[in-house]
């Protein structure tokens, strides 16, 4: 399948993403808005259903196969015959040679975090077990060069809000921006993309506007990306996850400001933050994280 131009940005005249609804604000004045719609998405892995998911409804092919590479129910090596999508039906349908039968993997799920209800398999963590991530560099001119621009690019969060980002990035430029209502989607929509284009991932950047979550780090460590970034904060088993596998994780990056809480020895700080314009004004994007 011949790749899309990059950099993949949120297709914001797609009909069916928003609608209009009218209200009332402070002062009982009529006012009218854009909310973000959802829409169910049902998974299927050959002849089996795997999940359903609630979704925005753009990009339906690389959310589902994100998602079964995420899980582990793709493989590496896996050969695809076909991913058909049937809109008046909202069904993903997902071939393969290798015949699949996931019964019982199916039967351990555990609910998330993540807003809109994420699902996981309970043996996920098992893909974990002697994973080690390739050691990049990361050069702090990048990150700041990528927050600026990710924060100013439009989206369907500036238009609407209540949703999340997720962006792959190589060094300091953008190339796949994804959004929906749970990060997770979002960043099973970026795995789908890599996935199905042979996207290699050790010299990758996994930009998320939401927390950095045991999810989220776990997702980015099996996708073989070796640094995860964030405007918004951390969870303690998501910071543990980071350091068990080796994954450069830094979060709160707003204007100059940034923390490292796993590879701190793989920053390379070559930019001086105080030629950073600061972020002390409230952001146009002030993280989709602060929705969740």
Avoid at 132 to 153: D, E, F, G, H, K
Avoid at 208 to 214: D, E, F, M, V
């Amino acid at each position: 399948m011949i790749p899309p131009k990059l950099p993949l940005l949120p297709d914001l005249t797609r009909p069916g993403l928003t609608r209009r609804v009218t209200g009332h604000d402070q002062t009982g004045a009529e006012t009218e808005i854009a909310v973000v719609e959802e829409r169910p998405l049902t998974i299927y892995l050959n002849r089996q259903e795997v999940v359903t998911a609630m979704t925005i409804g753009d990009y339906p092919e690389y959310l589902a196969l994100g998602f079964l590479r995420n899980q582990g129910m793709l493989l590496d090596d896996d050969v695809l015959t076909g991913v058909d999508y049937d809109d008046e039906i909202e069904t993903v349908v997902v071939r393969t040679e290798r015949q699949t039968s996931y019964e019982e993997k199916m039967q351990k799920k555990t609910r998330t975090s993540g807003c809109a209800v994420g699902t996981v398999f309970g043996d996920m963590m098992e893909g974990l077990e002697g994973l080690s991530l390739p050691q990049t560099q990361v050069r702090t001119s990048w990150l700041y060069a990528l927050a600026r621009q990710i924060n100013t690019m439009p989206s369907l969060y500036l238009e609407a809000g209540a949703i999340h980002g997720t962006v792959l990035c190589q060094e300091d430029r953008p190339l796949v921006y994804m959004e929906d209502v749970g990060r997770h989607n979002a960043v099973d929509k970026v795995a789908g993309f890599m996935f199905r284009h042979d996207v290699t991932a050790a010299d990758k950047i996994l930009y998320t506007t939401g927390r950095l979550t045991s999810e989220m780090v776990i997702k980015t460590a099996l996708m073989g990306i070796p640094v995860l970034a964030s405007r918004s904060g951390f969870t303690a088993w998501g910071v543990e996850i980071a350091r068990q596998v080796g994954l450069t994780l830094i979060g709160r990056m707003r204007g100059q400001r940034f923390i490292c809480l796993s590879g701190e020895e793989r920053l390379l700080r070559d930019a001086d933050p105080s030629t950073i314009p600061d972020d002390s004004r409230k952001s146009r994007r002030k993280s989709a994280g602060d929705d969740a």
